[in-house]
């Protein structure tokens, strides 16, 4: 079946420092990658669409300049987390959609998340 | 309003027990409906697909009725490994080609 990873799984950090999340697909080729934000208790937030080749489509209310992300190839996707702060702890996911699977344009492979906090 | 709304319980029901969950969408265009299932401190984990005509797997029957947009999920024989958080997830509608989570309804199974 199709996996997708990311790194690091559990990241904790200073609050003003800048934080790099990967996600990889690696047994698939994905032009669409997605990241969600997941704060405790609470459901998974889409913050943006990654496409590869492409700049990201944000959604309401995520600040572009605040969360980088970057599609520099079909299996990776990074988030970048700057100048992060406390309010920015949260469980960070990833999707991928296989390009090549020819299945419905809503399945999505999640990757295991990352746990950020910010002290 | 949310666009995907749920009971977020928690339900606590002993082994054995039959339970249901219960979720209603917003937006009368959406496409797709699934229910996904989060252990903690996991990704989400499809579950099933729902559909109109209603369908199971196994302990497992979703039901969605787009009239009243309204999802069902319903497992008989609970398990003790069936506790997890389980959430009802809409594609398409407001969010076109995005998958729109709810927030989930925490199940509890004890012995």
């Known amino acids: 079946g199709a996996v997708v990873s990311q790194h690091p799984s559990r990241v904790i950090c200073k609050s003003g420092t800048s934080v790099k999340i990967e996600c990889r697909s690696l047994d698939f080729q994905a032009t669409t990658m997605f990241w969600y934000r997941q704060f405790p208790k609470q459901s998974l937030m889409l913050m943006a669409t990654s496409n590869e080749g492409s700049k990201a489509t944000y959604e309401q209310g995520v600040e572009k300049d605040k969360f980088l992300i970057n599609h520099a190839s079909l299996t990776l996707s990074t988030l970048t987390v700057t100048s992060a702060h406390p309010e920015d702890s949260s469980f960070y996911i990833c999707s991928a959609r296989d390009r090549d699977s020819g299945g419905a344009l809503n399945e999505q492979f999640f990757g295991p998340g990352t746990r950020l906090t910010v002290l | 309003r949310k666009e995907v709304e749920q009971d977020p319980g928690p339900f606590n029901v002993p082994e054995g027990a039959t339970v249901a969950f219960n979720c209603t969408y917003s937006?009368?265009?959406?496409?797709?409906f699934f229910w996904y299932r989060q252990d903690c401190r996991k990704e989400p984990k499809l579950l099933m697909s729902v559909y109109s005509s209603g369908n199971e797997d196994g302990r497992f029957t979703a039901q969605l009725n787009r009239a009243s947009q309204y999802i069902s999920l319903l497992i008989r024989d609970s398990k003790l490994s069936d506790s997890a958080t389980y959430l009802c997830?809409?594609?398409?509608?407001?969010?076109?080609?995005?998958?729109?989570f709810g927030q989930g309804t925490i199940l509890t199974v004890h012995p």
């Open positions: 997830v809409v594609y398409g509608g407001t969010s076109y080609g995005k998958l729109t």
């Open positions: 937006n009368s265009a959406s496409q797709s």
